[in-house]
């Protein structure tokens, strides 16, 4: 588990459930060491993701979100999206994008945190 989120924060915006095998132990490690980088309290956007709501909300088909391996984080004020997602590559996310426009960064740990890393950026 986590030392700063519950999963209530993790599941579904829509239907409150997590994947049948559950949040990935190290998106919970990643969001705990972030959280502990950043010196102050993170907002989670998004985290799980049921089949439909994924849809819904235009995600690809084999979106991490629904396998319980990634979060979208609010980028806390006084910070940017760029010093996040630096924060985040240096925690070892995986994957993680930049949404600029948004105000957010996506993490996730799609190889179980091995910093083998995926990068995109949204304007």
Known sequence: MSKYFTESEMACKCCGQVPPQGVD????????DIRER???PLTLSCVCRCPAHNAEVGGVPN???????AA????PEGMTVEELACIAEEMGADGVGRYFSDGFVHVDVRS???????RWTVE
């Open 25 to 32: 132990p190290h998106l919970y490690e990643l969001l705990d």
């Open 38 to 40: 950043v010196g102050q």
């Open 63 to 69: 979106s991490q979100h629904v396998t319980g391996q």
């Open 72 to 75: 979208d984080i609010l980028v």
């Open 112 to 118: 179980g945190r091995c910093a083998d890393t995926y």
